[in-house]
T-cell receptor, first 111, second 114 residues
Framework: GENVEQHPSTLSVQEGDSAVIKCTYS??????FPWYKQELGKGPQLIID?????GEKKDQRIAVTLNKTAKHFSLHITETQPEDSAVYFC??????????FGTGTRLTVIP | EAQVTQNPRYLITVTGKKLTVTCSQN?????MSWYRQDPGLGLRQIYY???????DKGDVPEGYKVSRKEKRNFPLILESPSPNQTSLYFC?????????????FGPGTRLTVL
């Protein structure tokens, strides 16, 4: 099955700085790459996704890049704010109907 | 409000005592799924259902059962819970099982098996 690796596991940044989280995957059939944000005591919530035919996608302060050849994709958060503090998960989905998740990154934005 | 609900939110039980965690969605979604979340392991899929009366195993199905008799409900059953099933459980749903459909997650159920 798919193997998704996510780094770093924890990340602390000063408010206003950028944060980058990286994921690699093993299954070349993966075609969909969502990112989820999980706040304390809540379920994961989709914040941005990218499809395999797109190299980059941006939504305000959040962007995702995908390199299908190298099988890696990244989440970029610019101008971080305290409310960005959460656990972030990358995931992949391919021909199967299952989401495969990375191990999560705990982001702390220091005011 | 469109949502996925789970009950109970917290549960402490003992080894071997059968339990059921309920999941319900009000979005008329066809696809529903159960995940467990463990530290350092992320979320792993237990079972999923493409539609009523259609269920299939995920990556970690051992020790769990599910049923899908109605479209809105997808209960997770632990017939004989063991301590290694202590975890945080999430139910999710999406419009269909199609590759690009967003999955909506419930608030989670924290289960402790003593």
């Amino acid at each position: 099955g798919e193997n998704v690796e996510q780094h770093p596991s924890t990340l602390s940044v000063q408010e206003g700085d950028s944060a980058v989280i990286k994921c690699t995957y093993s299954d070349s059939a993966s075609n969909y790459f969502p990112w989820y944000k999980q706040e304390l005591g809540k379920g994961p919530q989709l914040i941005i996704d990218i499809r395999s035919n797109v190299g980059e996608k941006k939504d305000q302060r959040i962007a995702v890049t995908l390199n299908k050849t190298a099988k890696h994709f990244s989440l970029h958060i610019t101008e971080t704010q305290p409310e960005d503090s959460a656990v972030y998960f990358c995931a992949t989905k391919g021909v199967a109907n299952n989401l495969f998740f990375g191990t999560g990154t705990r982001l702390t934005v220091i005011p | 409000e469109a949502q996925v609900t789970q009950n109970p939110r917290y549960l402490i039980t003992v080894t071997g005592k059968k339990l059921t965690v309920t999941c319900s969605q009000n979005m008329n979604h066809e696809y529903m799924s159960w995940y467990r979340q463990d530290p350092g392991l992320g979320l792993r899929q237990i079972y999923y259902s493409m539609n009523v009366e259609v269920t299939d195993k995920g990556d970690v199905p051992e020790g769990y059962k599910v049923s899908r008799k109605e479209k809105r409900n997808f209960p997770l059953i632990l017939e004989s819970p063991s301590p290694n099933q202590t975890s945080l459980y999430f139910c999710a749903s999406s419009l269909t099982g199609g590759i690009f459909n967003e999955q909506f997650f419930g608030p989670g159920t924290r289960l402790t098996v003593l």
